[in-house]
């Protein structure tokens, strides 16, 4: 257990580490070259309205799993469906309120935002509004815990859960919605909220992998 704190600990100082050094180094230069050199030649793109898709998937996500999951209950059956649509029906919303709750509290400045009116970049803690919540990136949070399930559930799939995992927070950055250290930040949050869901449910899945996974 000392060591599993330890390495937690290391990961958590190391992400950090990571965030701080994109806020202070990386996220101005890089959102700058991207929209110099990519958004200047797909103006097209600042057109795309992803976020407003967000809500509308965990709420049809969340339904759909609850409902398979209270029907395959009602069956007793015991499978990784079952214990898959427990943990996602859980770890989505949860996700979702922990997410609008961190907007609120850090109030970072959103990419766009500061390219568009040259706003100063920086933190309004507990003042998250609109143009002032952009960290951590809500689409890394409430979608990274799906990936984890599915990767943990659904194995024999693995790589195209990666390579989606990794062109979500690429789109997200590239499309300006995003600076870097809100797609770490996202993505970190959303891995801690499903390990800890995942340990509180105990669930024989997440325990026994073999019982669940091919």
Known sequence: MNHKNTLNGIIFLTIVVMVTLCVLFLDIPLASWIDKHLMAKAPFVKRANIPDLLLTTVVILTSLSTVIYIYLASLKIHNRLKLFCLLTGIVLPLSMMIKAFLKWLFGKTESRNWLCNQ????????????????????????????????????????????????????????????????????????????????????????????????
């Open 119 to 214: 706003t100063s970049y920086e933190f309004h803690w507990f003042a998250g509004s609109d143009g002032f919540a952009g960290f951590p990136s809500g689409h890394m949070l409430v979608l990274t815990p799906l990936f984890m399930a599915l990767w943990h559930f659904y194995p024999r799939y693995r790589p195209l859960y990666g390579m989606g995992w990794l062109c979500l927070g690429a789109a997200l950055i590239v499309t300006e919605y995003h600076f870097l250290s809100d797609v770490i930040a996202g993505a970190y949050v959303g891995t801690v909220v499903y390990l800890l869901v995942s340990a509180v449910l105990k669930s024989p899945g997440l325990e026994n992998r073999n019982s669940v996974v091919e």
